[in-house]
């Protein structure tokens, strides 16, 4: 798409579904440096790409929010259109809700020409913003072809986990040691930092997995008869659910009103807590059958649904009068 440009300081598969699907230029610029050394690294090479791209429209992805309040303070100078790709972080901040940043992140939603995010609720707080809100939920993957795999007769169950603060990891376990042996819980990533008192006191039926590789995520949610992930930011689509979708697996997600809205009936629902997630893991295989295909009329509507948005994203790329926007 001539005309448009993408950035981001990190490796996101979102940000590289949208530019592949709508053929955007996708600039990823990423460095292993961190603290100020990171922007001190980052800012130049950003500032130089704005340049060598003036006039055009940039979608930046959001985290960072240091590289949007980059855009949007340079867009004058190299006559930018900046459209903020905002993930639930940049909407309303939960990792780091300081006033500070709160104030920071509200205020970018009303400065950007539009904000793209993942469905109607975190809309509405950006309109509320004095943003222009534009909803695109993430597309659902390509999952590998399946790969055999042995395992054991246990219902088995895999936690997708980055070991975050939003995630009730130990509610999870909780429920895991309430539920007992006849189910296997696997916690997937990188678990080198987990405390040792917690990973001793994990019931003897999860296991921690460690960071897994591409194709041996794939196949563990493949072969599971159950994926959990779970958020305790309000309204967060996670990334987990369209990878189960994508190959069929049941699930057990967050209650939050934007998940039961776009997944529907492909999954059961917690609030979660250890009870309310034992429930549901409960609840879940007891209709295994039934889920699985709810999962497939789900994932052809979500299909259906990402085609039409892109469509519209695509529409507004190419107006006239986008290129001639400012603000």
Not at 1 to 24: D, K
Not at 39 to 44: D, G, I, N, R, S
Not at 96 to 119: D, E, F, Q
Not at 229 to 256: Q, W
């Amino acid at each position: 798409m001539r005309g448009v440009i993408a950035v981001s300081w990190q490796e996101h598969r979102r940000t590289r579904e949208i530019c592949a699907n709508l053929g955007i230029e996708l600039h990823e610029l990423c460095t292993r440096s961190r603290g100020l050394r990171r922007y001190a690294e980052l800012v130049p090479r950003t500032v130089s790409l704005f340049a060598r791209n003036r006039g055009k429209t940039v979608i930046v992805q959001n985290p960072s929010l240091v590289l949007t309040l980059l855009a949007v303070l340079v867009r004058p100078l190299f006559r930018l259109r900046v459209i903020m790709d905002a993930h639930n972080e940049a909407v309303e901040p939960y990792l780091n809700p300081s006033a500070a940043i709160r104030k920071l992140t509200h205020w970018l939603l009303g400065r950007a020409n539009y904000v793209i995010v993942t469905n109607r609720h975190l809309a509405q707080v950006v309109s509320a913003k004095r943003g222009h809100p534009i909803v695109l939920a993430d597309r659902i993957p390509e999952a590998p072809a399946a790969v055999a795999a042995a395992r054991d007769a246990r219902f088995r169950v895999v936690f997708v986990c980055t070991f975050a603060r939003d995630e009730p990891l130990d509610e999870v376990l909780a429920a895991a040691g309430a539920l007992g042996a006849d189910y296997e819980f696997l916690v997937t990533g990188n678990d080198k930092h987990l405390p040792a008192n917690v990973r001793a006191a994990a019931p003897s039926n999860v296991r921690f997995t460690g960071f897994l590789s591409e194709q041996d995520y794939w196949a563990a949610l493949r072969h599971s008869d159950l994926v959990v992930d779970l958020s305790l930011i309000d309204n967060c689509l996670v990334c987990g659910a369209y990878e189960a979708l994508a190959v069929g697996t049941p699930m057990v997600l967050s209650g939050s009103a934007a998940s039961q809205e776009l997944f529907g009936t492909a999954a059961c629902y917690t609030d979660n807590s250890a009870a309310s997630i034992a429930s549901a893991v409960g609840e879940a295989r007891g209709k295994v059958a039934t889920l699985r295909a709810q999962a497939t009329a789900v994932r052809d509507r979500m299909t259906q649904t990402w085609e039409q948005q892109a469509s519209a994203l695509r529409t507004l790329l190419d107006s006239p009068s986008m290129s001639k926007e400012h603000r």
